[in-house]
């Protein structure tokens, strides 16, 4: 499953299936960024970062692709799993203070 | 979430009222970050501290609005004549140094705050 542009807030997927959530940034001068997963009453997870001098960086089952031409920032997921229902955000940094987008919520069915 | 925390994790007060929301940073951490998160949003920066200092105070409204970071203790976040628009989970988060960009903040599980 995917999710396309800044304000489509949520992804149905299927388990097993990979699933990419995007996000659009504002901040030319941001060269910090972050996922986040966020449960029900809990606080934000940290996921993955990249920094701007990268395009990609991988980790467990997850992915960050960034594209700074367009100022796009994407996360894949792989396999899918129910734990991973959540509402996903990401951030951006230039310095000390992080800019939240908006969030994406990911529903994962069996 | 681990090693920041926060409370209490749920504080009603009527309008009119103070919030006080506590936080306690991770050892050895003497940078204090506060963020708000209303209903179906991402969260907003308020305020970033040091112990005994202020040092951005940017996304706090100017009016009712105020934080402290003492030498001894944790932060507090007050929220003075809580009005039903302060309603929202507020969640802190810390560092050993000032981030600048080159490593995640880790926030702790967050204070929802509501005003009847």
Redesign the interface.
Not at chain 1, 18 to 24: F, H, K, L, V
Not at chain 2, 17 to 27: D, F, G, N, V, Y
Not at chain 2, 89 to 96: D, I, N, V
């Given at each position: 499953g995917e999710s396309v542009g800044l304000h489509l807030p949520t992804l149905s997927v299927q388990e097993g299936d990979n699933s990419i959530i995007n996000c659009a940034y504002s901040n030319s001068a941001s060269d910090y960024f972050i996922w986040y997963k966020q449960e029900s009453g809990k606080g934000p997870q940290f996921i993955i970062d990249i920094r701007s001098n990268m395009d990609k960086r991988q980790g467990q089952r997850v992915t960050v692709l960034l594209n700074k031409t367009v100022k796009h920032l994407s996360l894949q997921i792989a396999a899918t799993q129910p734990g991973d229902s959540a509402v996903y955000f990401c951030a951006e940094s230039s310095d000390y203070k992080l800019s939240f987008g908006a969030g994406t919520t990911v529903t994962v069915r069996a | 979430?681990a090693g920041?925390m926060q409370n209490p994790r749920h504080l009603v007060r009527r309008r009119g009222q103070e919030a006080r929301l506590r936080c306690s940073p991770m050892k050895g951490h003497s940078?204090v970050?506060w963020?708000r998160q209303l209903p179906?949003?991402?969260?907003?920066?308020m305020v970033?501290l040091q112990k005994e200092n202020i040092i951005?105070e940017s996304?706090m409204p100017k009016e009712r609005f105020s934080a402290e970071f003492p030498k001894e203790g944790p932060s507090i976040l007050r929220i003075q004549q809580v009005v039903r628009g302060d309603s929202a989970a507020y969640?802190c988060a810390s560092?050993p140094e000032?981030?600048?960009?080159?490593?995640?903040?880790?926030?702790?599980?967050?204070t929802r705050l509501t005003v009847t």
């Amino acid at each position: 499953g995917e999710s396309v542009g800044l304000h489509l807030p949520t992804l149905s997927v299927q388990e097993g299936d990979n699933s990419i959530i995007n996000c659009a940034y504002s901040n030319s001068a941001s060269d910090y960024f972050i996922w986040y997963k966020q449960e029900s009453g809990k606080g934000p997870q940290f996921i993955i970062d990249i920094r701007s001098n990268m395009d990609k960086r991988q980790g467990q089952r997850v992915t960050v692709l960034l594209n700074k031409t367009v100022k796009h920032l994407s996360l894949q997921i792989a396999a899918t799993q129910p734990g991973d229902s959540a509402v996903y955000f990401c951030a951006e940094s230039s310095d000390y203070k992080l800019s939240f987008g908006a969030g994406t919520t990911v529903t994962v069915r069996a | 979430n681990a090693g920041v925390m926060q409370n209490p994790r749920h504080l009603v007060r009527r309008r009119g009222q103070e919030a006080r929301l506590r936080c306690s940073p991770m050892k050895g951490h003497s940078h204090v970050y506060w963020y708000r998160q209303l209903p179906e949003e991402g969260l907003k920066f308020m305020v970033y501290l040091q112990k005994e200092n202020i040092i951005d105070e940017s996304g706090m409204p100017k009016e009712r609005f105020s934080a402290e970071f003492p030498k001894e203790g944790p932060s507090i976040l007050r929220i003075q004549q809580v009005v039903r628009g302060d309603s929202a989970a507020y969640f802190c988060a810390s560092s050993p140094e000032r981030t600048g960009g080159k490593s995640p903040l880790h926030f702790g599980n967050g204070t929802r705050l509501t005003v009847t």
